[in-house]
């Protein structure tokens, strides 16, 4: 069916047909352990067989496969450890079957118990991992919250800075007009009063010689 399946021109999607094949070898792993007769070999066996995927929240039920190996390892368990004890002697084939149905049975529940303990811890680190993401993320959040706004602030400073100095720089640049025209003024009526003492000077020379002319 697996093979049909494959060849199939509506076949699943790749991790679908990765499931199916990986639960289809470990039925034939399973049914190769079932054909040893140690009962070590048989736990060796299943301790080496892969289920399928593990649930990795508590509300994901566990898959058929998983429960299936959980059954034959604890059965496994129970025949290895009745076969260490000497319970599976002839004289006492009824009383062994039955220590070992109970004895399964208590190992049925303690894989049972063992697996929803370990799922559970897994649950408690994912909800644990998730509230710290979720811390990390609003820090995250008020840090870049938090730089916007000294940025929009860094902004506006530079922004009136700018308009200070354009201000500034019309200011000067008027002030340093004025000030070109008022040295322009300082310099013409300096130079019409040197003119103005100069001609002054002239004619009181020759008012001077005229008035009071060359000794002989």
């Given at each position: 069916?697996l093979?049909?399946?494959?060849?199939?021109?509506?076949?699943?999607?790749?991790?679908?047909?990765?499931?199916?094949?990986?639960?289809?070898?470990?039925?034939?792993?399973?049914?190769?352990?079932?054909k040893?007769?140690?009962?070590?070999?048989?736990?060796?066996?299943?301790?080496?067989?892969?289920?399928?995927?593990?649930?990795?929240?508590?509300?994901?039920?566990?898959?058929?496969?998983?429960?299936?190996?959980?059954?034959?390892?604890?059965?496994?368990?129970?025949?290895?450890?009745?076969?260490?004890?000497?319970?599976?002697?002839?004289?006492?084939?009824?009383?062994?079957?039955?220590?070992?149905?109970?004895?399964?049975?208590?190992?049925?529940?303690?894989?049972?118990?063992e697996?929803?303990?370990?799922?559970?811890?897994?649950?408690?680190?994912?909800?644990?991992?998730?509230?710290?993401?979720?811390?990390?993320a609003?820090?995250?959040?008020?840090?870049?919250?938090?730089?916007?706004?000294?940025?929009?602030?860094?902004n506006?400073?530079?922004?009136?800075?700018?308009?200070?100095?354009?201000?500034?720089f019309?200011?000067?640049?008027?002030?340093?007009?004025?000030?070109?025209?008022?040295?322009k003024?300082?310099?013409?009526?300096?130079?019409?009063?040197?003119?103005?003492?100069?001609?002054?000077?002239?004619?009181?020379?020759?008012?001077?010689?005229?008035?009071f002319?060359?000794?002989?």
């Amino acid at each position: 069916m697996l093979a049909a399946l494959k060849k199939s021109t509506s076949k699943p999607v790749p991790e679908a047909l990765t499931d199916y094949t990986r639960k289809v070898e470990f039925l034939k792993g399973l049914l190769e352990a079932e054909k040893l007769t140690s009962p070590t070999e048989k736990a060796l066996a299943n301790q080496f067989l892969a289920p399928g995927r593990t649930p990795t929240t508590g509300n994901e039920r566990t898959s058929a496969s998983k429960t299936v190996h959980l059954q034959t390892k604890a059965r496994c368990t129970g025949e290895m450890r009745n076969e260490l004890l000497g319970t599976t002697s002839n004289t006492g084939a009824g009383d062994a079957e039955l220590r070992n149905r109970r004895g399964t049975a208590l190992d049925e529940r303690q894989s049972a118990t063992e697996l929803d303990t370990v799922l559970q811890h897994h649950h408690n680190i994912q909800e644990k991992l998730a509230e710290e993401m979720l811390s990390l993320a609003r820090n995250l959040k008020n840090n870049s919250l938090a730089a916007q706004n000294v940025i929009k602030m860094d902004n506006q400073t530079l922004t009136q800075s700018m308009r200070m100095a354009d201000v500034n720089f019309e200011k000067l640049k008027t002030e340093s007009e004025r000030l070109e025209q008022h040295t322009k003024k300082s310099v013409n009526w300096l130079l019409w009063i040197m003119l103005i003492i100069v001609c002054f000077i002239f004619i009181s020379m020759i008012l001077f010689i005229r008035i009071f002319p060359r000794l002989r």
